[in-house]
C-alpha cells in the first residue's frame, strides 16, 4: 500500500521535474541563439572596435602559441610513430607523409588547435567577462552611455574566429614537421620527398574545409566563453562556473561541429 | 568641511518616480515608491541592506525594469524609451557604483577615457588630455594617471569612479554607497567630494547610503526607505524627530548614543 502510494506520488514531481529540465534547456537554447543574433546585429555596424579587435587577436595567439607549437609537434610525431607499424604490415611506409598529411590536415590541425584554444582562451575568455560581470564593469560600461556587448563581446568573438584559423594552420605545419622529423630519422626521406608527398593527396577542397572548420571552430570558442562570461552569475562561484562552462560546452560544440563538417565535406568530395 | 548653501529649484523635478513596483521572484523590493529628484538638490536614500535602495538607482539608470510604476528621468520615461534614447540619456546620467567598477585592465587614464572617446567621437587627442586632466584635478589624483586601479586605495578607487561619471559632464549623480568601506577621514573627503561636484557642475544628486554623516553632510533632503517604501521623507532633523522604532536604531548607532 505504502509503495503504491508512494509510486503515484513520485510520477508527477519526476515529470515536472523532467519537464522543467526540458524548458531549462530550450531557455538556454534561445538565449544563446539570442546572443549569436545579438553579435551578428552590432559586430558589422559602425562604430568599429578595430584597435580591440587588434588587441584581442594578440592575445589569442599569444596565450596559445607555445601550446600549440609543443602540442602539434607532438601530435604530428606520435600520429606518424603510430601510424608506421600498421602500414609496415602491408610494405606501405612509403605512404606515411600521405596518411600524415591527410589526418593532420583534414582533421587533426583543427581539431587539436580548437581544443587546446577551448582550454587556453574560451576559460580565459569566460572567467575574464565573468568577473567583469561580478565587479559590475560591465554595468559600468552600460551605464555610461557605452556599448559593452560590442566592446567585450564583438571584439573577443571576432578575435577567435580570425585567429583560430591561422593558428591551426601554424599547428598543421608544426605537426608535419614533427612527421617529418620521425620520417626522415626512421626512412631517411628527404625534406622536399616528404613535402612533395604530403601535398600530393591533398586537395583544394581539404584546404577549404579545413578553414571553414577552424572558422566555426573560433567563433564557437568566442561565443561560448562570451555567453558564459557576459551571463554569469554573481559571486565568485559564478566567475569559476563562467570558465568550466565555457570550456566544456566549447569542447562539446567542436566534436558536434567536427562530425557535421566532416558529413558535409563527404558530399562534396 | 560645511555644506555650503546650494539653489534647488523645487518646481523642475528631474527624476520623477510614482507607483514603483519591484520584486525579484516572491520577494517584493519596492512596493509602490513615490519620488522626486529636484534640480540641483543631493537627495539621500537611507535604509537597511537589502530594502532595495540599490535596485532604485538601478531602475533610474535603466539597469533594471520596473514590474510597474513611471519613472521619468530628464522627462523621459525608463519603461518605455527605446535602446537609442536609453543610450543618449545615461550620457546625462553619472553613476558612481558602491564597489568603483573601475576597469582592472585599463590604466586610470584609459578609464577615464573610455566613456568619453565612445560618446564624443569628434574630440581630438589634445581636448580628451585635457578633459582627463581637468575631472583628475576635480577629484584631486592627478598624479595616478598612469596607474593601474589595482594599485590604487579605495578611497582613491572611489574618486576615480567618480571622476569617470565626471566626464561626460552629467546633469544627475547616482551614488551607490559612496563611503562604504572607507575609514572615517576618507568618509569626509568622499562627502566633501559630493558637495564639491554638485557645487561645481551643478548636478542633481541621489545618495543610497546607510552612513548618517554622509547622509547629514551631503544630503539637502533625506528620504528614509522602511518596508519597501518612502516613510519619512524631510531634513536630517526632520527624519529623525521621530520615536519610530524602526528609524530610531538607526540615529543611536551611528551616533552611538
Given amino acids: 500500500m505504502d509503495n503504491t502510494q508512494s509510486i503515484t506520488k513520485g510520477t508527477p514531481k519526476s515529470i515536472s521535474k523532467l519537464k522543467q529540465s526540458f524548458m531549462d534547456f530550450f531557455l538556454s537554447l534561445y538565449n544563446i541563439n539570442k546572443f549569436i543574433l545579438r553579435f551578428f546585429r552590432e559586430a558589422f555596424v559602425p562604430p568599429f572596435e578595430l584597435k580591440e579587435v587588434i588587441r584581442q587577436c594578440y592575445e589569442v595567439g599569444v596565450r596559445s602559441f607555445t601550446l600549440i607549437s609543443v602540442t602539434g609537434f607532438i601530435v604530428g610525431v606520435i600520429f606518424t610513430k603510430q601510424s608506421r607499424p600498421s602500414l609496415s604490415q602491408f610494405g606501405a611506409e612509403s605512404w606515411l607523409p600521405s596518411l600524415v598529411s591527410i589526418a593532420i590536415m583534414r582533421a587533426l590541425a583543427p581539431l587539436v588547435t580548437a581544443l587546446i584554444a577551448s582550454g587556453k582562451v574560451g576559460s580565459s575568455i569566460g572567467a575574464e567577462l565573468g568577473s567583469m560581470r561580478v565587479t559590475e564593469q560591465i554595468d559600468a560600461m552600460e551605464v555610461s552611455g557605452t556599448k559593452p556587448f560590442k566592446f567585450l563581446v564583438c571584439t573577443r568573438v571576432l578575435a577567435t574566429t580570425l585567429t583560430i584559423p591561422i593558428l591551426s594552420t601554424y599547428t598543421g605545419f608544426v605537426a608535419l614537421f614533427g612527421g617529418y622529423l620521425n620520417v626522415t630519422q626512421n626512412e631517411g626521406t628527404t625534406w622536399t620527398t616528404f613535402i612533395q608527398e604530403v601535398f600530393e593527396p591533398l586537395t583544394f577542397t581539404d584546404f577549404v574545409a579545413s578553414l571553414i572548420k577552424s572558422i566555426v571552430f573560433g567563433f564557437t570558442i568566442g561565443i561560448v566563453g562570451c555567453y558564459q562570461g557576459y551571463n554569469s552569475s554573481k559571486g565568485t562561484e559564478g566567475v569559476g562556473k563562467a570558465a568550466n562552462g565555457a570550456v566544456i560546452t566549447a569542447m562539446f560544440l567542436v566534436f558536434i561541429e567536427e562530425v557535421i563538417i566532416v558529413q558535409i565535406t563527404g558530399w562534396f568530395r | ?257
Wanted: aromatic share 6%; glycine share 8%.
Fill in chain 2, 1 to 257: 568641511m560645511k555644506k555650503a548653501a546650494v539653489q534647488v529649484d523645487h518646481t523642475n523635478p528631474v527624476i520623477s518616480i510614482r507607483g514603483l513596483k519591484k520584486a525579484f521572484q516572491d520577494y517584493s523590493v519596492l512596493r509602490g515608491i513615490d519620488l522626486d529628484l529636484y534640480q540641483g538638490e543631493n537627495l539621500v536614500v537611507l535604509g537597511r541592506s537589502g530594502t532595495g535602495k540599490s535596485v532604485l538607482i538601478k531602475i533610474v539608470s535603466g539597469l533594471l525594469k520596473p514590474d510597474e510604476g513611471q519613472v521619468e528621468v530628464l522627462g523621459k520615461n525608463i519603461a518605455t524609451i527605446t535602446e537609442d534614447e536609453l543610450q543618449a540619456l545615461r550620457i546625462r546620467i553619472g553613476f558612481s557604483f558602491q564597489n568603483s567598477a573601475l576597469y582592472d585592465s585599463m590604466t586610470v587614464r584609459k578609464n577615464l577615457e573610455f566613456p568619453l572617446v565612445r560618446n564624443r567621437r569628434n574630440l581630438t587627442r589634445g581636448e580628451i588630455d585635457t578633459n582627463v586632466e581637468t575631472v583628475l584635478d576635480a577629484v584631486g589624483l592627478s598624479q595616478t594617471i598612469n596607474q593601474m586601479p589595482s594599485e590604487l586605495s579605495g578611497g582613491q578607487r572611489k574618486r576615480i569612479g567618480i571622476a569617470r561619471t565626471l566626464i561626460l559632464n552629467p546633469e544627475i549623480m547616482l551614488y551607490d554607497e559612496p563611503t562604504a568601506g572607507l575609514d572615517p577621514i576618507t568618509c569626509i573627503e568622499i562627502n566633501d567630494l559630493i558637495n564639491e561636484v554638485q557645487q561645481r557642475y551643478n548636478t542633481s544628486s541621489i545618495i543610497i547610503t546607510h552612513d548618517l554623516t554622509c547622509a547629514k553632510q551631503t544630503g539637502d533632503r533625506i528620504a528614509m526607505l522602511l518596508d519597501g517604501q518612502f516613510q519619512r521623507t524631510g531634513t536630517f532633523d526632520e527624519v529623525f524627530a521621530t520615536d519610530d522604532e524602526r528609524v530610531k536604531p538607526f540615529y543611536d548607532y551611528n551616533f552611538i548614543k
